[in-house]
């Protein structure tokens, strides 16, 4: 199979290509808006790190729904994705905080994306797969009565 076929394939390791290609995308728009922010804005690592997360969030959101999970977009899954990504900010802007002081700012955020990245996986599959989270569509036959 190459690299084509598993991209459009729609079992697990589709999905987990997929998740990797939006992941890998959206890390290096967040990575480059940080960046851009700290040394050319003069920005603190801190808020540069939420800026940039903001803005690779709303990307991430809608490649992954279309892209990676092949779902249509809804609300429940905008709240449990939004919540996993709130979690996953959390965890990135502290550890960014610590990390700053041991790497310096420009590379703090790698070190906390090593961290963070897995564990979002596993937050954001279960959003768009989990069936709690799938809108419910209407009976046809129902609507024919």
């Known amino acids: 199979m190459n690299i084509k076929e598993l991209i459009k394939d729609g079992g697990k390791k589709g999905e987990v290509l997929r998740f990797a290609l939006v992941g890998g995308f959206c890390t290096l728009l967040q990575y480059g808006i940080y960046v851009v922010f700290v040394n050319a804005v003069k920005v603190p690592a801190v ?13 991430n959101f809608i490649l992954s729904s279309l892209f990676t999970f092949h779902s249509d977009p809804n609300a429940k899954k905008g709240l ?48 768009f797969t989990d069936r709690h989270f799938q809108t419910k569509k209407k009976n046809k036959q129902s609507n024919n009565i």
Not at 47 to 59: D, E, G, H, P, R
Not at 88 to 98: D, E, F, H, S
């Open 47 to 59: 808020v540069s790190t939420m800026i940039s997360y903001a803005i690779s969030f709303i990307a």
């Open 80 to 127: 449990a994705f939004t919540a996993s990504h709130l979690i996953n900010m959390g965890m990135q802007t502290g550890l960014v905080a610590i990390f700053k002081g041991i790497v310096g700012q420009t590379l703090a955020l790698l070190p906390a994306l090593a961290i963070c990245v897995p564990l979002n996986y596993f937050m954001v599959r279960f959003a």
